[in-house]
């Protein structure tokens, strides 16, 4: 008899872990415009996307930020590979995210960030790893992923998007993000998916932030916007 | 007497807050100590210590010896203490406390007459039969001794009565000592120098085995370790690993280890491996978390990855923490342990504003400005590293100024600028001499 309540109760934990894990299966953004594009309406959970820049110094930390927000649960972790230390953690602050549920991850050398993002990747505490990475091999690549779908966290990599440095991946989804002419109250980023089983591939998005309070939104169409206010700059 | 007054008399008083519980802490630290001199210390709040001396004669050679050495060690740490010998623990605290320089080894016999000058304080009574006794007008013990044993019994209670046998040692005094701790530690000495990997697994499994089985034994889990590896002809190496939470658990060390030495530095191998607990706490038996409690499961899990990245990260793990101050590069600092929840600040609105990179060192950048009368014109365009950037939106300038006492040039105008292919940077100008850095950029 003692034996069936635990078996039961077994089964019911079991049952509990398939359902958490489905909950884990995918996230949403706060804007519709991209969750439409993104495969089956939504990013998966449990796997790597990349975010591609043309760039060589710079990386897109703004939308790694959005989709890391989102995909952080109430109190979820997130872990940021920060070797340089240049991540500003007032900005973070201030854009929402937690100090208290925030690793900052120093590597030294690239054999220990490839170890510490799968770890980070594989623990089920942390929902969202963020990364620069230049170069993966097919393995690495692989061994990211594999880590992903054993944790049920969300990579997100910063790649450079240049021939020959990010050919192999295994993420998800790879979206490419070029800067684009901004306006006065306005810095702007177009956002095309470049790869994902599922999503419409190759449609791109504008997107805008708000230099004055970083809302991030979709950049309503040209024909649609409203005038720019005139610039109060005086010319002295 | 009021601070003030104190302070008003004499000039040179220090005065500090009570630390009661830092004191206990202390005294307790001392204690164990003291141990080297004597297997049985018993500290006795707020500042007294009781050695057991029983059977010490033969080791010192005389009771006078062994009181001596304790003396010499307590000066040679700068304590000033009153070192007595008497055969109660009530005797000799009386002595120690109260008693005139001259009399520090009172035998059976002696300690009636060492203790009859004394006051009634000696023997440990409260304040308050104290004053009430020093009212009656009994001010040694040979005068309280003179009153009728009923009487005080009914006047003041079975304390005072019980603190006269166990001074005059017509009752047994239980003291409660303290427990020994000896460190735990393990070592595995090598017949040759040892270089490959397996072995050194297998060291270290054999070291945490045996850990383990003292934490088990004691109740504890360890907080810290330290593994040190020697080597033959250089200095040993020496790997400390933190943990977050209490652990005793075998396999889960022997991960955590395998993780510190995974790039450890060998030229000619190594000769012994130690593993030493440097911290340890109180640890129940952990119950497994089959059924439910998967957040905690998901903490559990979060403090086991912490671990394994401090092991091999060391100082590469760290958390953030906003300090109030204007200047952005000294608004947040790093630390190794995760801190107090960070409360709401004011200056949120402010952030907005800021970059999400911010440099850590401003770089110099050649600007060219659009031309005005004084020198405080709007950037029209820099250059960084060679790279010409048209700026198209400007917005600013923001003044930020350090501290007084930093520097000369500390005042900087802050421009939020968005050149001409979208991307965004924060740079500023330093008025008093005119020159450019970009401090941070809008990623």
Known sequence: MRRMTCKKELCRASAAKHESSVRRQSFRTALEALNEIAPNGAFQGGAVHELLWPRQSTYPKSLALLLAGSAQKNGGTIAWSDPERELYLPALSAAGVNLRNLILLRCANRADQLWALAECLRCRGVSATVGFIQRLSQIEARRLQLAAERGGGVGLFMRPYAPGISNYYAAATRWLIQPAPGSDQLQRWSMELLHGHGGQVGKALLLEVDRETRALRLSAPLADRPAAPPTARATA | MALAAARARHTEVLDFPATPAADLRSLEAMGHWLMRFSPGVCVYPPSSLFLDATGLERLYGGLENFRRHVAQALASLRVTAAVTIAPTPGAAWALAAFGKNGS??????????????????????????????????????????????????????????????????????????????????????????????????????????????????????????????????????????????????????????????????????????????????????????????????????????????????????????????????????????????????????????????????????????????????????FADYGEVHRLDHIRGPERITGQWWNGRWKTRDYFDVLDAAGDRYWIFRVPQSGRWFLHGIFE
């Not at chain 2, 005059?168 to 070592?187: D, M, N």
């Not at chain 2, 060219?368 to 365009?381: A, K, M, Q």
Request: proline fraction near 6%.
């Open chain 2, 104 to 381: 520090h080894i009172v035998t059976n016999e002696q300690v009636l007459p060492a203790l009859s000058p004394l006051p009634p304080e000696a023997l440990r009574l409260d304040s308050k039969t104290v004053s009430v006794l020093s009212a009656l007008g009994v001010r040694t013990i040979d005068s309280l001794l003179q009153l009728s044993r009923n009487d005080l019994a009914v006047r003041f209670g079975p304390t005072i009565l019980m603190r006269i046998d166990q001074a005059t040692g017509s009752v047994h005094e239980p003291l409660t000592y303290l427990v020994h701790r000896s460190p735990i530690r393990a070592t595995l000495e090598f017949e040759g120098a040892i270089e490959s990997l397996d072995a050194i697994h297998f060291a270290v499994q054999e070291l945490t085995r045996q850990i383990a089985a003292q934490l088990t034994a004691r109740g504890q889990g360890a907080r810290e370790l330290r593994l040190t590896f020697r080597q033959p002809y250089a200095s040993p190496v020496e790997k400390v690993i933190r943990l977050v939470r209490p652990c005793r658990n075998e396999s889960a060390l022997v991960k955590l280890i395998c993780c510190a030495i995974e790039n450890l530095e060998a030229s000619e191998g190594f000769v012994a491996a130690t593993l030493a607990v440097v911290a340890a706490e109180r640890l129940g038996d952990e119950q497994a978390a089959l059924i439910g409690g998967e957040e905690e499961r998901d903490a559990a899990e979060l403090d086991h990855l912490v671990e394994r990245l401090r092991a091999r990260l060391d100082r590469g793990v760290e958390w953030g923490e906003l300090l109030e101050s204007n200047l952005p590069e000294n608004a947040s600092r790093c630390r190794d342990n995760a801190g107090k929840a960070d409360a709401p600040s004011a200056r949120s609105a402010v952030d907005l504003l800021r970059p999400l990179r911010l440099l850590r060192q401003p770089r110099s950048i050649k600007t060219i400005v659009r031309p005005s009368e004084s020198r405080d014109g709007e950037p029209v365009s």
